[in-house]
């Protein structure tokens, strides 16, 4: 199905394993998966966060999702280290699919360059990827 | 593209989310199968088993060709309309699928089977019925609504005509009745009172709208799924197939050895296991974080064994599985989830019954 309404701020950035990476003024990014991921994961009930100062590549498996249906990994859209991670949703996973751009954050990470950045897709991109992949 | 049931258009309209299930284009829920699940604990919610396969046999000699055809003894069936589950077995005592039977009369038994193997089962009870001279006919022709919760049954009976409603609500448990154009029964796979409702394909989507009317909440087969696992029923396919036999799938108390001499297909190779079966079935609850799922290993003192069937169960906020593990085994168990050992404790199935927990968390 092409061109459903999709929920994709236009301030942030996606990966094609369906991350989106906020830029914070501190320097920081916040990570967490899109609105397209958890509507076709479903109702998620199980989140494992990354422990806080684990560094990460670019690219590496660094959370679990967990829906009703299946497993699913999450990869760093950045190398970096991870600053803080979620923990509100050890007990309430349901903030992923209430909210997955705001309170369902899942961690934020000290990017070892900002250039990576440059690197991630824009809304726009991001959209015609989702189009191409369910084509 | 799948096969389709009569209310294939409806669940797409609703939002439905269509996947493949046993050869048909199913509804996997309707957005939240959370709240699907819970509709069907607290309310009253309904499926689309129209997949299902309905059979009638009709012949003088039924009763026998069943006494024969099924693991279970339709004998115990007196009261016409007491329906009883039942294997269908392989000579060598392996799962072909499992079923309800319903007594009808004495010339006239239905089978329900399972979607995804009702071709073999169609092929295998042809074959066996040609002795007995019993007629199979496939009711390709009716539509099957599971109305299942703590209102389902009331909910539902405001669709009959008011002198009806009194036969329905009537019903004893696991027995159905023709009751107007609708066949109702007392039983589901949820764990919760309700009915089972097949009627004629062409009126399925003015009942289904009927139903929704009255606050029947539309659920999928993901809640399905979760609210079977919850109330420790099997699924075809996960817990058991032909690879497997009834007495190391759990389901023990389905298969009537006795009278001696009945000789039901698969009998001599089901007593030569039951002398000294290895492996047995049982429910797990995870202890620590995480969720359970299908195909995972399950290390024990006795051995290792294997989830069948895994997930998060709503009622309980808990992860819980089907395991077939090596008679023996005692908690804990470690379970290998996605290369991590964690802890579960054996407890006896069902989890969940009538919208309260029977284990203790």
């Known amino acids: ?135 | 593209m799948g096969l389709k049931t009569p209310l294939f258009d409806t669940h797409v309209n609703a939002g439905a989310k269509i996947v493949d299930f046993g050869g048909f284009d199913m509804p996997l829920h309707y957005g939240s199968q959370l709240e699907e699940h819970r509709a069907v604990r607290e309310g009253a919610g309904m499926f689309d088993v129209s997949h299902m396969c309905v059979i009638d046999l009709r012949g003088l000699r039924v009763r026998a060709f069943l006494r024969r055809l099924l693991a279970n003894d339709v004998g115990k069936l007196r009261v016409p309309g007491k329906a009883l589950y039942s294997c269908l077995l392989n000579e060598q005592g392996g799962i072909i699928d499992d079923l309800i039977a319903y007594y009808l009369d004495e010339h006239f038994f239905r089978l329900v089977v399972n979607a995804g193997t009702r071709d073999k089962d169609l092929l295998w009870i042809r074959a066996q019925a040609r002795q007995d001279a019993v007629q199979v006919l496939e009711r390709t022709d009716l539509a099957m609504l599971a109305v299942q919760g703590p209102l389902a049954r009331e909910l539902a009976v405001g669709l009959l005509q008011a002198e009806l409603r009194a036969t329905a609500l009537g019903l004893n448990a696991f027995s159905g009745a023709q009751i107007g154009d609708w066949f109702i029964a007392r039983t589901g796979y949820t764990g919760e009172d309700g009915f089972e409702i097949m009627i004629p394909a062409s009126t399925a989507a003015r009942v289904w709208s009927g139903l929704r009317a009255k606050g029947v909440v539309p659920a999928g087969l993901g809640a399905r799924d979760t609210l079977r696992l919850e109330a420790g029923m099997s699924l075809y396919g996960n817990d058991m197939d032909e690879s497997q036999n009834p007495l190391e799938s759990g389901l023990t108390w389905t298969v009537a050895f006795e009278p001696a001499d009945r000789d039901f297909v698969g009998r001599a190779a089901l007593e030569k296991i039951r002398a000294a079966p290895t492996k047995h079935m049982v429910g797990l609850l995870l202890e620590d974080r995480g969720v359970l799922r299908g195909h995972q290993v399950v290390q024990t003192n006795a051995g290792p064994g294997e989830i069948t069937s895994g997930g998060f169960a709503p009622t309980l906020n808990r992860s819980i599985a089907l395991a077939r593990v090596p008679v023996g085994a005692a908690s804990p168990v470690s379970v290998d989830v996605r290369g991590k050992p964690l802890s579960a404790r054996i407890v006896k199935p069902p989890f969940v019954r009538n919208g309260k927990s029977l284990i203790s968390l």
């Not at chain 1, 009703?68 to 760093?76: L, R, W």
């Open chain 1, 1 to 135: 199905m092409s061109n459903v309404p999709r929920d994709l701020p236009s301030d942030l950035k996606y990966t094609r394993s369906h991350e989106w990476v906020r830029s914070l003024p501190d320097g920081r990014v916040e990570v967490g998966i899109t609105d397209h991921a958890q509507a076709a994961l479903g109702d998620l009930v199980f989140v494992d966060v990354p422990a806080v100062q684990r560094t990460l590549a670019a690219g590496e498996a660094c959370a679990v999702v967990e829906s009703v249906k299946a497993a699913s990994d999450v990869y760093s859209p950045l190398s970096g280290q991870v600053s803080e991670s979620n923990a509100r949703l050890a007990d309430t996973p349901e903030l992923l699919n209430q909210d997955p751009y705001g309170a369902g954050w899942l961690m934020r990470l000290t990017p070892s360059s900002q250039s990576q950045l440059a690197g991630l897709m824009a809304p726009d991109l991001y959209s015609k990827f989702l189009d191409e992949e369910s084509a």
